[in-house]
């Protein structure tokens, strides 16, 4: 490596080391305030929630066309609803359901959440970590790799269960109003992590043959 990607490295690496540090020291700050003092009091919870027009299919498609044909007549900009965001407060009796309501929800940031990017950050901070002039293939990088890919993977898992058990939550709650969908924060990524978990994996195994043939070629030697 030359000077130019060495340096590189080396402030990618006390980067993502203070993004850790800085990770570590939110993710302390949640948990305390989710265990010992809760924004909200005694058994009510805020959940973010998404509401459906009163519409049906039929009624949403009409509404839609109408606004095209007349945007059409050079009139103005139309704006057809299709759902509202609210926040939703309400009691829950269940510790257990309550106490993870309160972690799941954003408020500002999940805990899981909180915890993937921190995870995430400490991988690549030792993968970086490890890679030194003239030694490209360090072999607990080839760990860390398919960690970093399963981590990636089980965003999107956390976030399809997640998704599922508060939908199920919120249309089996008594006192939560009716048509109303979970708000998650885990699904904004442009391409999708399951997707990149299975690249990482991938190129983890190409790393692995690199890390073979590194050694091989030190024994040739």
Sequence with gaps: MNRFTTGIITVLRYLFLVVSVAGTLALAFYLYR???MPTQPGDIITLNVRQRPALDWEAELGQLQTARQQLTAHDSAQLVPRSSSF?????????????????????????????????????????LRDLRPGQPFAPANVRRLRWLGI??????VYYWTAQWWLGHYLATAGS??????????????????WLIGLLLLIIATGYQRGVELAEDAEFTV
Excluded: K, W
């Design 34 to 36: 989710a265990f010992f």
């Design 87 to 127: 926040v939703l407060v309400q009691h829950e009796p269940n510790a257990v359901r309550r106490l993870a309501l309160r972690l799941i929800n954003p408020e500002p940031q999940s805990v899981p959440r909180v915890v993937a990017a921190l995870l995430f950050c400490v991988l690549v901070y030792r993968i």
């Design 151 to 156: 981590l990636l993977i089980g965003c999107d």
């Design 176 to 193: 939560a109003p009716s048509g109303l969908t979970p708000v998650m924060d885990f699904g904004s990524s442009l391409v999708a992590n």
